[in-house]
């Protein structure tokens, strides 16, 4: 299992379905940068925000549970409508959020402790999301089984992270050097968008990782 051969298959399943997922999950990307649009202009850049944190809360579980949905369907050849995936998503909303809310707490007070611990965090909760979503694990049950799942595979994952993220990473940051603050709200709206967007593809490099990994005969004789 390859990463680079992970990396390979998840390029050419987000290429094949873009259309879809831009139908599924664009429109709930926008409306989350308009928010925290909203939200940046309303408080003081200088200072955090937790209605911003809310913001994200709010509409990041709607679409990234959609596209786990759309993911699962997909591999096994089904293709469910967009209303009925979204639909699906709501329904998953208040546990998505609640374990968002546990990851993002865990990962921040991890990156404040001198980086390292927060980015071991980040590789070992990366299932998490899968879990719940595909298993129906509850918040806590699901970290606890994510962390499991991913011992043994932790740089492979790290890796995979880094190859997605890096240059999404140094596009924001030419993005930023092209069109510095202050922006025009339309401009800042459409980079966001853009930005939030292509992270999806962490989502779809991840949920390939995940199926697998948990196929592994040591993995799937020993999950819960």
Not at 15 to 28: E, F, N, T, W
Not at 87 to 96: G, K
């Amino acid at each position: 299992m390859n990463a680079f051969e992970v990396l390979r298959d998840s390029l050419f399943f987000f290429k094949r379905h873009l259309a879809s997922i831009v139908q599924l999950c664009l429109p709930l990307v926008i409306v989350e940068a308009l928010l925290q649009q909203v939200v940046d202009h309303a408080s003081d850049p200088d200072s955090f925000s937790s209605v911003s944190v809310i913001v994200g809360l709010l509409v990041y579980p709607l679409y990234t549970a959609a596209l786990i949905l759309f993911l699962d369907a997909r591999t096994r050849g089904e293709a469910p409508r967009t209303l009925d995936l979204l639909a699906m998503s709501a329904r998953l909303w208040p546990r998505f959020a609640l374990l968002t809310a546990l990851n993002t707490l865990l990962i921040l007070l991890g990156l404040s402790l001198y980086f390292l611990p927060g980015l071991i965090l980040m590789v070992m909760l990366a299932f998490g999301e899968y879990l719940l979503v595909l298993r129906g694990l509850n918040p806590l049950h699901a970290m606890k089984e994510s962390l499991w799942l991913s011992r043994g595979h932790f740089w492979r994952i790290l890796l995979c992270i880094l190859c997605v993220m890096t240059p999404l990473w140094l596009l924001k940051g030419a993005t930023l050097a092209v069109y510095p603050e202050p922006q025009n709200p339309i401009v800042s709206v459409l980079i966001d968008s853009g930005h939030s967007f292509l992270q999806l593809f962490t989502s779809v490099v991840l949920f390939r990782l995940f199926m697998l990994i948990s196929q592994l005969p040591e993995k799937r004789d020993g999950a819960v």
